[in-house]
């Protein structure tokens, strides 16, 4: 069983920078696609951005592109996503996730409703 645990949320000035981890367990030997979504008070959960484990293929959501990054440490079984000049908007509730995949391609086409392990969340406040 995949269990995800999320970590390093926080405050932060607007212009400011936080990381945030997710550690992975119980990780069979697959490919997967593990992305990052985030859900605001009275909003639905959107992605930010997703990997795909495999080949380290990455996606961004429009919003977050050239702020946000994405990547993994195999060896640590821990994903990332340093977050750069943050806004007031990019507060929310941030959670990891993830999928089996097998290729890039799949990755891309992955839909929220299609990730069937997920984080616990941890939550991010920027204030202007």
């Known amino acids: 069983q995949v269990q995800l645990m999320d970590a390093g949320g926080g405050s932060a000035q607007a212009g400011g920078s936080l990381r945030l981890s997710c550690t992975v367990s119980?990780?069979?030997?697959?490919?997967?696609?593990m992305g990052w979504f985030r859900q605001a008070p009275g909003k639905e959960r959107e992605g930010v951005a997703k990997i795909y484990t495999g080949g380290g293929t990455t996606y961004y959501a429009d919003s977050v592109k050239g702020r946000f990054t994405i990547s993994q440490d195999n060896a640590k079984n821990t994903l990332y996503l340093q977050m750069n000049s943050l806004k007031p908007e990019d507060t929310a509730m941030y959670y990891c996730?993830?999928?089996?995949?097998?290729?890039?391609?799949?990755?891309?086409?992955?839909?929220?409703?299609?990730?069937?392990?997920w984080g616990q969340g941890t939550q991010v406040t920027v204030s202007s």
């Open positions: 996730a993830a999928a089996v995949r097998w290729s890039a391609a799949t990755c891309y086409l992955t839909i929220r409703a299609d990730f069937g392990y």
């Open positions: 119980g990780y069979p030997s697959r490919s997967y696609c």
